[in-house]
């Protein structure tokens, strides 16, 4: 699987990513909005092992997380750490910060998936 580096390819590969093993009693909605040109909102729910991707605002999200276009592409494609993102700034969590710390067990990286 090819490295995403758009924030489209990175939302349109997560499906594939996606490890429902490790998803078991999740029951939880990420909320994505990215800032910057390729910026947008996305959201992905985890629900019953499964995983589904769509644009938009999600009506009632567990974690919203906020970042630039850039970023985002560097955090999921390992070139900046997420924890390093979120203590400089670059990352914001909203809602429950505990579960954001689940997408990287419950989401392969690129170049692994």
């Known amino acids: 699987m090819a490295t995403p580096t758009t924030l489209k390819e990175v939302f349109e590969?997560?499906?594939?990513?996606?490890?429902?093993?490790?998803?078991?009693?999740?029951?939880?909605?990420?909320?994505?909005?990215?800032?910057?040109?390729?910026?947008?909102?996305?959201?992905?729910?985890?629900?019953?092992?499964?995983?589904?991707?769509?644009?938009?605002q999600a009506d009632n999200p567990t974690t919203t997380l906020k970042i630039s276009d850039e970023d985002y592409v560097k955090m999921i494609t390992g070139e900046l750490d997420g924890m390093a993102a979120f203590t400089s700034g670059k990352?914001?969590?909203?809602?429950?910060?505990?579960?954001?710390?689940?997408?990287?067990?419950?989401?392969?990286?690129?170049e692994s998936a």
Do not use: H, R
């Open 13 to 56: 590969m997560m499906p594939d990513a996606f490890k429902p093993e490790e998803a078991a009693g999740l029951d939880v909605v990420f909320q994505f909005n990215i800032s910057g040109a390729d910026g947008g909102d996305w959201y992905i729910t985890v629900k019953d092992q499964k995983c589904e991707v769509a644009e938009g």
């Open 91 to 110: 990352l914001k969590v909203e809602g429950d910060m505990m579960k954001s710390q689940l997408l990287g067990k419950i989401f392969a990286p690129p």
